[in-house]
């Protein structure tokens, strides 16, 4: 078994994987739910809910590479997407930023559930993505040594 693969399955990285995975799925579930809503107010364009069905689907992608893979380029990737559909709602909740060519202007300034949980995992699944990536980087200085 090569280094690599025995740092990947040590419980500590299991239990990472598996978190950083409930978060992404998370992030896709409430996504997917909250599309078909959103996408009303431009039922022909882009549209929020378009965005949103893409953040999910990119979500549950980028959750199936780090519950197979573990590796650090999973780890980076969920790092991006939890990453930036974390500033995205932080962004939209507190920032009026109109719309950007086809992008529309999604400024909500309230929070209710669904948000609110989304954020959280979304910022957690960020956080532990960025734990993943740096304890992969940490298990390939000592594969070198």
Same mark, same amino acid.
């Given at each position: 078994?090569?280094?690599?693969?025995?740092?990947?399955?040590?419980?500590?990285?299991?239990?990472?994987?598996?978190?950083?995975?409930?978060?992404?799925?998370?992030?896709?579930?409430?996504?997917?739910?909250?599309?078909?809503?959103?996408?009303?107010?431009?039922?022909?364009?882009?549209?929020?809910?378009?965005?949103?069905? /893409?953040? #999910? &689907? =990119?979500?549950? +992608?980028?959750?199936?590479?780090?519950? !197979?893979?573990?590796? %650090?380029?999973?780890?980076? $990737?969920?790092?991006?997407?939890?990453?930036?559909?974390?500033?995205?709602?932080?962004?939209?909740?507190?920032?009026?930023?109109?719309?950007?060519?086809?992008?529309?202007?999604?400024?909500?300034?309230?929070?209710?559930?669904?948000?609110? /949980?989304? #954020? &959280? =995992?979304?910022? +957690?699944?960020?956080?532990?993505?960025? !734990?993943?990536?740096? %304890?992969?980087?940490?298990? $390939?200085?000592?594969?070198?040594?």
């Amino acid at each position: 078994m090569s280094a690599s693969l025995a740092t990947r399955r040590r419980p500590r990285d299991i239990v990472l994987r598996l978190l950083v995975v409930t978060a992404l799925v998370i992030d896709a579930v409430v996504h997917w739910q909250l599309a078909p809503g959103y996408q009303l107010a431009a039922p022909a364009g882009i549209g929020q809910g378009n965005l949103f069905r /893409l953040e #999910a &689907v =990119a979500a549950v +992608l980028v959750g199936l590479y780090v519950l !197979v893979r573990g590796s %650090r380029p999973a780890y980076a $990737a969920a790092l991006l997407v939890a990453g930036s559909a974390f500033i995205a709602v932080l962004l939209y909740r507190y920032v009026d930023i109109p719309a950007l060519g086809p992008i529309p202007s999604m400024y909500e300034p309230v929070w209710f559930f669904e948000k609110a /949980l989304s #954020a &959280v =995992a979304e910022g +957690l699944g960020a956080a532990l993505a960025g !734990v993943g990536f740096l %304890r992969q980087r940490g298990s $390939a200085r000592r594969r070198r040594r």
